[in-house]
């Protein structure tokens, strides 16, 4: 079977660019046959201890698009303790989605976002998942109006006590939009241009 070979861990030589994305396959198929495909996988590499922690990430991101958030958050620090360094997409796109989890669950963690954010951004797009955050601007009405079309952006949810910010200013007629974390280190700053402000900086800032 294709999908259970695709599935089943290179155990040979861990790399960086393919178990990482194995889970994308769960949108073309579902997540009940890629399930079934884990499994099988399972069986086949019972007896490589190794496979352990990659099938266990499948398993953890299946769970997790199922809504299963309290599996899915175990099944990740379970794998996540045993995947080889090698491995640094699988883990940021692992962190991405138990950090999600985590906050569905109440327990909102900055510390997977924060690698996330400092590593693989892009993972968040990539799986659609929002950051939480808390938003600001000062006096204008650039700004103020930046701030309130972020708030509506996918890639963001407003959350109460967020470990991360996202700062709206206007200086000279052009809006800055940064985003920082409680500590004050800023993950990114971008600046739009005086014709249309708000909508330049709002496109550069995503």
């Known amino acids: 079977d294709l999908l259970v070979s695709y599935t089943?861990?290179?155990?040979?030589?861990?790399?960086?660019?393919s178990a990482w994305h194995t889970m994308a396959l769960a949108d073309i198929?579902?997540?009940?046959?890629?399930?079934d495909a884990v499994a099988s996988a399972?069986?086949?590499?019972?007896?490589?201890p190794e496979a352990t922690p990659?099938?266990?990430?499948?398993?953890?991101?299946?769970a997790y698009r199922r809504g299963d958030y309290a599996k899915?958050?175990?099944l990740a620090s379970a794998g996540l303790a045993k995947l080889p360094r090698e491995e640094a997409l699988m883990r940021y796109r692992a962190?991405?989605?138990?950090?999600?989890?985590?906050?569905?669950?109440?327990?909102?963690d900055a510390r997977p976002y924060h690698e996330v954010l400092q590593r693989f951004p892009s993972v968040l797009?990539?799986?659609?998942?929002?950051?939480?955050?808390?938003?600001d601007s000062d006096s204008s009405s650039a700004a103020a109006e930046a701030a309130r079309r972020v708030a509506d952006s996918p890639r963001f949810t407003v959350t109460s006590h967020a470990p991360?910010?996202?700062?709206?200013?206007?200086?000279?007629?052009?809006?800055?939009?940064?985003?920082?974390?409680?500590?004050?280190?800023?993950?990114?700053?971008?600046?739009?241009?005086?014709?249309?402000?708000?909508?330049?900086?709002l496109d550069a800032f995503h």
């Not at 200013?169 to 708000?198: I, P, W």
């Open 8 to 17: 089943r861990p290179d155990l040979g030589e861990p790399d960086m660019t």
């Open 29 to 35: 198929v579902g997540t009940g046959v890629m399930a």
């Open 42 to 48: 399972r069986a086949l590499d019972a007896k490589f």
């Open 54 to 62: 990659y099938l266990d990430l499948y398993d953890g991101e299946l």
């Open 72 to 74: 899915a958050a175990e």
């Open 95 to 108: 962190l991405a989605w138990q950090a999600d989890a985590l906050r569905r669950l109440g327990k909102l």
């Open 125 to 135: 797009r990539i799986l659609d998942l929002a950051v939480p955050v808390q938003i």
């Open 164 to 201: 991360f910010a996202i700062h709206a200013r206007s200086v000279d007629g052009v809006v800055e939009l940064c985003l920082s974390d409680t500590s004050g280190f800023q993950f990114a700053c971008a600046r739009g241009t005086k014709d249309d402000a708000v909508v330049s900086a």
